[in-house]
């Protein structure tokens, strides 16, 4: 075997899809390989959508405990787990979200005063790693539908294909709501600052 071709077979044996095969053969090292690629995107992701530092632990946590309990039906895109694993996020997120404010409408209705973390204050205005104050705050002002799609297919970069694989949805109903969202974020930013979008989220 020549050394390129050493080279390729060293690639393909450490391939997300190859370890992913080992994973569901119950091998801890593979998955432990895939935990160290990927964790720090998905705790990114999290972050997206949850308010602390904590939070986005604890859901990506979850995200690989489900990987792992569901890994003979874990999907693979186009060679790689990551799609799986930034959807399953989302889909976390939003049900940590939906439990969360169940908790705090009866705290409300105990009268239980809680009192701010002002560490959590500061880790709020990175939600959006990378993304400048304007677009920070337009996004936020957009619904929850809106923000996972930009979240995935404009920050995540994944194709409208691997998404609607992955939510069991139609490419055109992905398409669309990204269209769709990419319009709203648009008027959004431009009312705060006209121009501060030239260069992004291309049609």
């Known amino acids: 075997m020549t050394h390129d071709n050493q080279i390729v077979d060293a690639r393909a044996q450490t391939s997300d899809e190859a370890l992913w095969a080992r994973t569901r053969d119950g091998d801890d090292a593979a998955f432990a390989s895939i935990f160290d690629r990927h964790v720090d995107r998905v705790h990114r992701q999290a972050r997206r959508f949850v308010r602390g530092a904590t939070d986005a632990e604890d ?3 979850i995200v690989f405990f489900e990987a792992w309990r569901k890994r003979d039906h874990v999907r693979i895109v186009d060679g790689s787990v990551i799609a799986w694993l930034l959807v ?11 439990s969360r404010k169940r908790y705090e409408s009866a705290l409300r209705g105990l009268r239980v005063d809680r009192v701010s973390d002002h560490a959590d204050t500061v880790l709020e205005q990175l939600t959006l790693e990378g993304m400048h104050a304007p677009l920070r705050t337009a996004f936020e002002g957009l619904s929850r539908s809106d923000q996972e799609v930009l979240a995935l297919c404009v920050i995540e970069n994944l194709r409208p294909r691997e998404v609607a694989t992955l939510m069991r949805l139609p490419a055109a109903t992905i398409r669309t709501r990204l269209n769709r969202a990419k319009k709203r974020l648009r008027v959004a930013v431009e009312a705060l600052h006209p121009g501060a979008l030239d260069g992004w989220l291309e049609a």
């Open 59 to 61: 859901i990506t946590s």
């Open 88 to 98: 399953t996020t989302v889909n976390v997120a939003r049900n940590a979200v939906r």
